[in-house]
């Protein structure tokens, strides 16, 4: 893992070959978006995405 940031109920893990953003849900914390690559001035382009 190289890097986490926690945004109150959501999160953004960088990995070495993928970013996950993460939202607490009652039963814990889920992936909600994986497979993200960043994009210059715009939101991340995610391969899945999930509520």
Same mark, same amino acid.
């Given at each position: 893992? !190289?890097?986490? &940031?926690?945004?109150g !109920?959501?999160? !953004?893990?960088?990995?070495?070959?993928?970013t996950?953003?993460?939202?607490?849900? +009652?039963?814990?914390?889920?992936?909600?978006?994986a497979?993200?690559? +960043? !994009?210059? &001035?715009? +939101?991340?382009?995610?391969?899945?995405?999930?509520?």
């Open positions: 893992m !190289r890097e986490v &940031q926690v945004y !109920r959501r999160a !953004r893990v960088v990995l070495n070959a993928d996950l953003f993460l939202s607490v849900f +009652p039963a814990g914390w889920k992936v909600t978006a497979g993200c690559v +960043p !994009r210059s &001035q715009q +939101p991340y382009q995610c391969q899945i995405k999930g509520g």
